[in-house]
């Protein structure tokens, strides 16, 4: 899936020039919690979070005047920003959200903001893939890491003629040279599907069980 696919197009943005009031006020008005910092031709110079709004919030400790916000933003923006294409792939800037701890990462094109991906895109986004916003049953199947499998464990739900909403596919970190596959599956009765794929040999884990 392409970044353009998920991005916040076109996004918000705020004026190096301007002040932390007047981002703040942005910000409350637009209810947005990311702004990217840009110049008078849209060129991405920084970023601000509602996070460092709040560290440059007077503090209810202190008596510091609001004047104090009257300052430009380039004063608490961070300026070295991760960034994106339009045409990068998600899975490869949802290395970036977790290895960077960010909540959002400016989609620039030809040196412009034109977007921006957040970690809540990031999210929806994977509810989306796991196809659980759609009625089914998600079972999760242990195969040997051997090429093949697949092919037998998808031509079961192709014998019951049961569409399959979403295929995820990842290591067991419990048993070296197995895989768990997890599927949704458009069907509420699979109790089928389960015993036939357990026929073949391979291990399912599904909702019925009393131990989920």
């Known amino acids: 899936m392409l970044v353009e696919r998920i ?43 509602d996070r460092d709004i709040k560290l440059a919030l007077p503090s209810n400790l202190n008596e510091r005047a609001p004047s104090d916000l009257d300052v430009s933003i380039t004063k608490i ?36 903001v034109i977007g921006i991906v957040t970690a809540k895109d990031m999210l929806n986004t994977f509810i989306e893939l796991t196809g659980v916003v759609t009625p089914g049953t998600t079972i999760q199947i242990q ?20 569409g399959i909403e979403s295929i995820l596919v990842f290591r067991d970190k419990k048993n070296t040279g197995k895989k768990i596959v997890t599927v949704r599956m458009q069907s509420m009765h699979p109790q089928n599907i389960i015993a036939e794929l357990e026929s073949k040999g391979f291990q399912v884990y599904h909702p019925m069980e009393n131990s989920i």
């Open 77 to 112: 923006m961070h300026t070295q920003v991760i960034t994106c294409h339009p045409l990068d792939f998600v899975e490869e800037i949802a290395l970036d959200f977790y290895n960077e701890s960010i909540g959002s990462i400016p989609v620039v094109k030809r040196g412009k």
């Open 143 to 162: 195969i040997p890491d051997v090429p093949g499998n697949m092919h037998e464990v998808t031509e079961v739900f192709h014998r019951y003629k049961t």
């Open 7 to 49: 991005m916040t197009s076109p996004c918000v943005t705020f004026n190096a020039q301007g002040t932390i009031k007047e981002v703040i006020h942005l910000m409350d008005e637009k209810n947005i919690h990311h702004v990217p910092i840009v110049d008078d031709d849209d060129k991405l110079l920084g970023i601000i979070s």
